[in-house]
């Protein structure tokens, strides 16, 4: 019998102990005895128990801010990637082949080129990359894609070993988008206005000005006012 149990020191704290027994009999008997071997294994328990305890945090930060990580050799094109890689993509685990090849058919049509160009750039030399794209994930929902390779240290020798991370940015992207569509729409409503509306630094000199504001200047460009 082998097992691994745990035992309740007399000073309260607990002890993880590997547990052998054996019977013990003379040839033609029943047994009638058992020795047991038993290994005090509290350090290495615990060991264990910190390192699951850290990748379920490191996998759980993944997930919170959309990052996966991912180790793949170009040479043979094979790869491995973390739980968040999988949910962000929304891959089937018994179906996905991680591969380069499979990964390219979810970057958009009009971005693959580059991604293959600049990638395969990067490996052809042995160095780092760092590439935004747009990505569909299995399902079909369009992801706006940050993806960072670099090559595994291995001395001054070549190396085809790439670690990296994708990160989904589609959110700050739309962000991006949306404010840039309100300052546009603010712009219009300034310029519009039959009032001057303009805008001084911090040394109450003027910044700009609208077109209103010009007019009442007597000027024709901003650049007469503004300088």
Excluded at 39 to 58: G, H, P, V
Excluded at 115 to 120: G, H, K, N, R, T
Aim: proline letters at 3%; one cysteine or more; hydrophobic letters at 40%.
């Amino acid at each position: 019998i082998h097992m691994e149990k745990r035992y309740i020191h007399k000073d309260g704290s607990v002890v993880w102990v590997n547990l052998s027994v054996s019977a013990l009999w003379e040839p033609g008997e029943s047994p009638d005895s058992h020795v047991a071997i038993v290994e005090d294994i509290t350090e290495r328990k615990l060991a264990e128990i910190s390192l699951r305890e850290s990748e379920a945090r490191l996998q759980e930060s993944q997930l919170i801010a959309r990052i996966g990580s991912w180790e793949w050799d170009a040479a043979n094109d094979t790869a491995w990637n973390s739980d968040a890689i999988f949910t962000l993509f929304e891959f089937d685990r018994e179906t996905f082949n991680p591969s380069q090849r499979h990964f390219l058919e979810f970057v958009h049509p009009e971005d693959r080129a580059q991604v293959l160009q600049v990638v395969s750039a990067a490996v052809a030399g042995g160095e780092s990359f760092e590439i935004e794209c747009r990505m569909t994930t299995s399902k079909g929902r369009a992801l706006i894609v940050m993806a960072k390779g670099q090559p595994v240290s291995n001395g001054d020798k070549f190396t085809t070993q790439y670690r990296g991370v994708f990160q989904d940015i589609t959110a700050l992207r739309n962000s991006e988008r949306e404010a840039k569509q309100v300052e546009e729409r603010f712009k219009k409503l300034v310029n519009s206005l039959p009032v001057c509306v303009h805008t001084l630094d911090i040394k109450g000199e003027l910044t700009s000005i609208n077109p209103s504001g010009l007019a009442m200047m007597g000027a024709k460009h901003v650049d007469d006012v503004i300088g």
